[in-house]
């Protein structure tokens, strides 16, 4: 699939998948754009529910699932593919936001 055209791979927790993360993937619209939901136990949903959230949005053309060691099979060292991945800076947003939910409680 990833060998025809022009392809973003988009690698990502998106716990929870917020507005501004769904703004910054559609700024990522050059080809086709390839969405990889991470699994990981410590998040706030599972990655099932995670990847019909992300399938949902227009600017995503397919949506993978994938642990943190299996998703760089997916896309990585193929000459048509740019890979996104901020992991850390993610994590640190899903922190924020679940620091936000629980200071107004």
Same mark, same amino acid.
């Given at each position: 699939? &990833?060998?025809n055209g022009i392809w973003t791979v988009i690698v990502g927790l998106f716990d929870p *998948?917020? #507005?501004?993360?769904?703004?910054?993937?559609?700024?990522y619209k050059r080809g086709g754009?390839?969405?990889?939901? &991470?699994?990981?136990?410590?998040?706030?949903?599972?990655?099932?529910?995670?990847?019909? *959230?992300? #399938?949902?949005?227009?600017?995503v053309d397919f949506v993978a699932e994938a642990t943190e060691q299996e998703w760089h099979s997916i896309a990585v060292?193929?000459?048509?593919v740019e890979v996104i991945d901020n992991l850390e800076e993610e994590k640190r947003r899903s922190q924020d936001f679940i620091d936000l939910v629980a200071s107004r409680q």
């Open positions: 699939m &990833l060998d *998948l917020t #507005a501004s993360q769904a703004r910054r993937i559609e700024t754009i390839l969405v990889v939901v &991470l699994e990981n136990p410590d998040t706030l949903m599972p990655a099932n529910a995670r990847s019909h *959230l992300v #399938a949902a949005l227009r600017s060292g193929n000459k048509n």
